[in-house]
Every structure is written in structure tokens, then in C-alpha cells.
């Protein structure tokens, strides 16, 4: 798919025949409490139809409250969570996120990390899916070897690997085997936690457009191809962080950003793992 193509599609098919919508709100250290029941609800009053969380971050209650007080109807929105693997059962663990988030089903359950090894924790997100708990299961935080691991012993693929991905961190090995084998690769961190906003290249790239650098970096994202989940509270940036199917960057903008790569096009998901 060109580029332009790819930058049009506002939802991606998922390899077991959901849809996820391209763009979707992160709230990673986003607290539990009023501050994440607002930006829940601004985005989907933004026209966000997607929204990801994790057992991790503590805040799936705040979602769930964000989600009605939008008053948009469940069967719209996307709800991604995530199996904080320091547990021991995707399947319980399900159970207290969906009576956190007051829902019967998530959209996506992935494993948050791969600690302890990609395969044990598989079976029971398998189980997940089976009792409805979960439309699509997936993982994050794997690298190509532990894809292929999981695969060798999985009945059900994963269908996504939500991976640390920017201009700065273009992960094309990794990318790439995950096409190969029908996974849809989904960044988190597109801003680099805010970090490239201040690059000089993604800077000059937007002022032209008369765009901001937010927008510049995530639409290289788009246009990747690649779904991704910016975090932002302020309304705002959430906001300005939706704006981003109503403008194209070249080719020459694109391979420049691409050129900021500083993984070596890496089949890894992380350059330094927590666990
Ligand atoms: P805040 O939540 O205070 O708005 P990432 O998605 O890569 O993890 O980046 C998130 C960080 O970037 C957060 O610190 C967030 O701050 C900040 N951020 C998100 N969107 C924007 C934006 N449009 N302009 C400036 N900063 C932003």
C-alpha cells in the first residue's frame, strides 16, 4: 500500500476479522479520578473511537466512567486492556477489568509484556476470547523471536503488538514480521512520551504545513500505516492530536522522518526491558 493509501484508512482490519480504529487515546500514567474520567470523555466527544488502558495503570474504573458520562453508545468504541503479567490468570485478571471498567467485553486483551516468557500466559488469554471476555487477544512489548515462539504453540494467533514506535524509533524489522504474519503492529509512545516534540527535523517539516510537530510525528504513523494511541489529559492536544487525516506529508517529509530512526530498524520491541 502507498503511503497516501494507507494514510486515508481511519480503521485497520485485525487478522481475525475485527476493526480497530486507527487512532486511539493512551492513558498510560493518567491517574485514577476526574482527571481521566475528562480526557475519556473529551476524546470521545473529539470523535476518538478507541481508547487503551491497561491493568497497570490503575485507572480502568475512571475509563469505564469517562465511556458513559460521553454518553456515546459501547458498541462504538474500541476498549483495549492489557494482562499486567506479574499475575497469574489473563482469565481472572479479565474478569476484574471488565468490573472495573463496568463492561461485559473488551475489544482487544493483550499481554502487557512478555515477562516470564512469551508462551505461558497464552492459554489463558485463548480462554479470554472463548468465554466472550475479549473480541481479539494480542500482546506488546514482543520481539520477533518471542512472536515466534508464541506462534509455535498458540491455537489462536495474536492479532496486535503494541510496541514503543515513532519516526525515532522505527522498529522495521520488527514491523515487518509482524506483517508477514498478519499482526497489526500498534504504537504506543508516538510522541516519544513527548520527548521528539522538540526535534529541529520534525519541527521544520511542520511549519510549512502549518502543523504542529504532534501532528507531524503522528501522522507519520498514519501514513506507516500503523495505529497508535497518543496520551495526552489536555482537551486541547486531544484535541489536536484527532487532526491528523486532513493533511498529507511527502515522500521527502516522510524519508526524512524516517532517517531519525536510532533503533538500526530493530526486530526489537524495546531497547532496554523493565522486567
Ligand atoms: P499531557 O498529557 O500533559 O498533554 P506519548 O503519547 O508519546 O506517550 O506522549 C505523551 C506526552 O506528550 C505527554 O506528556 C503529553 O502531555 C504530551 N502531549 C501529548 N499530545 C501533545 C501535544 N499535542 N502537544 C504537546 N504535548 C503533547
Known amino acids: 500500500m502507498t503511503d497516501a493509501a494507507a494514510g486515508e484508512r481511519r480503521v485497520i482490519s485485525l487478522a481475525d476479522g475485527s476493526q480497530m480504529p486507527m487512532l486511539g487515546l493512551g492513558v498510560w500514567q493518567v491517574r485514577d479520578g476526574q482527571g481521566c474520567v475528562s480526557a475519556v470523555r473529551w476524546a470521545l466527544e473529539l470523535g ?27 458498541d462504538q468504541v474500541f476498549i483495549t486492556t492489557k494482562f499486567y503479567p506479574a499475575r497469574k490468570d489473563p482469565v481472572a485478571e479479565v474478569e476484574r477489568s471488565l468490573e472495573r471498567l463496568g463492561l461485559d467485553h473488551v475489544d482487544l486483551y493483550i ?32 520481539d520477533v523471536a518471542e512472536l515466534a515462539q508464541l506462534r509455535a504453540t498458540a491455537s ?12 525515532y524509533e522505527y ?14 503492529l500498534e504504537a504506543y509512545s508516538p510522541l516519544g512520551t ?4 522538540s526535534s529541529e527535523t520534525v519541527r521544520r517539516i511542520a511549519q510549512p504545513l502549518g502543523r504542529t510537530a504532534a501532528q ?20 486541547d492536544r486531544i484535541a489536536e492530536n484527532a487532526q491528523i487525516f486532513d493533511f498529507a506529508l511527502s515522500e521527502e517529509d516522510m524519508a526524512e522522518l524516517d532517517a531519525l530512526d536510532r533503533t538500526g530498524g530493530t ?9
Open 48 to 74: 476518538y473511537r478507541h481508547i487503551d488502558t491497561a491493568q497497570a495503570y490503575g485507572n480502568e474504573t475512571s475509563v469505564g466512567d469517562g465511556l458513559r458520562e460521553s454518553g456515546v453508545p459501547r
Open 111 to 142: 499481554i502487557h509484556w512478555p515477562k516470564g516468557g512469551p508462551t505461558w500466559a497464552w492459554p489463558g488469554m485463548e480462554r479470554a476470547r472463548e468465554l466472550g471476555y475479549a473480541r481479539s487477544i494480542g500482546v506488546s512489548n514482543f
Open 156 to 167: 489462536i494467533a495474536p492479532v496486535v503488538n503494541q510496541v514503543q514506535f515513532s519516526p
Open 171 to 184: 522498529r522495521r524489522g520488527l514491523l515487518d514480521a509482524c506483517r508477514e504474519e498478519g499482526i497489526a
Open 194 to 197: 513527548g520527548r521528539h516534540l
Open 216 to 235: 507531524v510525528l503522528l501522522r507519520w504513523c498514519v501514513q506507516r500505516g500503523v495505529p497508535l494511541i497518543p496520551k495526552s489529559t489536555h482537551r
Open 267 to 275: 526486530e526489537r520491541a524495546l531497547e532496554r526491558t523493565w522486567w
